[in-house]
């Protein structure tokens, strides 16, 4: 068993029979009061928010998780079949679990994929991706001045927004968690 000190960001706990991870985690001492530490906290089942106290040396039930890379086949219906790369095993994921990133999943692409036991518990894309843009409005010569940016469609079918100069066939790296243009990549 462990204690509060223990955990940091990204910490998966059980806690009150629900699997969930840590989002933000703070040690505050408040002025004659005893310290404890604030946790926010994600359930990986459903995916709701939640906020507790822990008191400084209580002890908590931290979750003994396994990470795979694995490679992303394809998706069919509410599920992405991803494929561990020794075994040659597949298994289906439902897309919650990548969250708003997966809407950037492309065939062959290695994704992290978390397991306790034999379940999946959590899903990850990588964390930046290289498109291409299938389709956007054309850009004008002396269009870099400015900051502003256009709607473009890359391949995955996906609508992002790019700087004026960037033309339709042109590739660029897309930050998959928050879904902004990178930069322009030469291929």
Known sequence: MADTGDINVGSIIRFNGELVQITDYQHRTPGNLRAFYQAKMRNLK???Q???RFRSGEGVEIVRVEFRMMQFIYT???FAVVMDNTTFEQVHIPMLMFGDSGRFLKEGMEVKISFEGDDA???EAPTFVEVQIT???PGLKG????NTLKPATIDTGTEIRVPLFVNEGDWVKVDTR???YVERVKK
């Not at 269009?143 to 400015?146: I, M, P, R």
């Open 76 to 78: 069919e219906g509410e």
């Open 121 to 123: 518990i959590l899903a």
């Open 178 to 180: 928050t879904g902004e």
């Open 50 to 52: 939640t906020e507790n």
């Open 46 to 48: 459903n995916g709701k």
């Open 143 to 146: 269009d870099t001045a400015t």
């Open 135 to 137: 389709y956007a409005e």
